[in-house]
């Protein structure tokens, strides 16, 4: 059976059934993305993408090992703090932003000017940047006692204090995202869906600042690092800079990605996808919901069993 209900199959049913029926390969849609979530983050790799993949990006650019490497000023912070961005786009914080290639190519067009596929990736920066600088500029004035510095650790199993601030933040960002791939589908009401219609590049500015809040609670070392330099300095504008410039470096991969398969398509992937709402509709759907249903295990269920109060299988290179 496809997951899309035909209508020729439908069309003589009371409107009543139809709606059930289409209400329940919605509903199938939706257990299926959590389950390939949750697969997704039982076989993920933290080794590999944070150290093989992410290191041997920066760590050749930096002169160094990205994660001890000295600072030596303004300049080499904000290359650092790209570079960075760039390696962590792989990273369990990063993955969800692929999910974004659906709306960005349902928002641009193919043509002879370039705006058309800039614009989309413009208002996910835009998003991201905001939030991002934001929570650099506040952490830079808090200064080194923010959590997500500290190596304190707290109960019997000794769980770090930024491990707890890294599972609260992802959690709830999983949540939000859960929660707008179910509105995508029609079957919760999105508080942000009527400016979602009246403004369509709200929902890329939206998506933006999630990908600029991965910073809220991101435990990637080489960000902690550049966390404390900023932190020392007590210069707020540079916080601000260099969190945004991170947080570019983060959307970079998948704009690079976006871009590549307009032009190699030249422009049918957009057209294909925009042929019908309920199409997009499903793919948004797919990728918030996979994205986010991994962010609430792989965050926040791992924390509860690194607790001792839920249970996450552990895989042999885990």
């Known amino acids: 059976m496809t997951l899309e209900v035909s209508m020729t199959a439908v069309q003589s049913l009371p409107n009543q059934t139809i709606e059930a029926v289409e209400r329940s390969t919605r509903w199938r849609l939706v257990l299926l993305s959590v389950l390939g979530g949750l697969i997704l983050a039982m076989v993920w790799s933290p080794r ?17 090992d990205a994660k001890t490497v000295s600072i030596t000023g303004g300049a080499m912070a904000l290359l650092f703090a790209f570079i960075t961005g760039v390696a962590g786009s792989f990273t369990a914080c990063n993955i969800a932003v692929f999910g974004a ?46 959590p997500q510095l500290s190596n304190a650790t707290v109960g019997d199993h000794n769980l770090r204090v930024r491990s707890i601030q890294s599972g609260v933040v992802f959690t709830i960002i999983g949540i939000i995202m859960v929660w707008h791939g179910l509105a995508a589908l029609r079957l919760v009401r999105s508080p942000m869906s ?18 600029g809040a991965f910073l809220i609670g991101r435990p990637f070392g080489m960000f902690r690092h550049l966390y404390e330099y900023a932190a020392k300095t007590d210069n707020p504008v540079l916080g601000f800079a260099t969190f945004a410039l991170q947080s570019v470096g983060n959307i970079v991969v998948v704009s690079l990605l976006f871009v590549g398969i307009s032009l190699a398509t030249r422009g ?43 249970w996450w299988p552990t895989m042999p290179y885990s």
């Not at 009527?194 to 990908?211: D, I, S, Y």
């Not at 759907?285 to 109060?309: D, H």
Request: glycine share 14%.
């Open 48 to 64: 590999l993408v944070d150290t093989v993949i992410g290191g041997h990006i920066a760590d050749p650019v930096v002169g160094g």
């Open 268 to 310: 049918r992937f957009q057209r294909w996808l925009t042929a019908s709402p309920s199409r997009l509709a499903r793919i948004t759907a797919v990728s918030f919901i996979i994205a986010g249903a991994f962010f609430i295990a792989y965050w926040g269920v791992k924390l509860g069993a690194r607790a001792g109060l839920l």
């Open 101 to 146: 290639l659906a709306p960005m190519s349902a928002q641009s067009s193919f043509g002879r000017k370039v705006t058309g596929l800039l614009k989309p990736i413009g208002w996910l920066t835009l998003g991201a940047v905001v939030v991002a600088g934001l929570y650099g500029a506040i952490g830079v004035y808090i200064g080194e006692s923010i």
């Open 194 to 211: 009527n400016l979602f219609q009246r403004r369509p590049a709200a929902e890329l500015v939206f998506m933006g600042g999630l990908v």
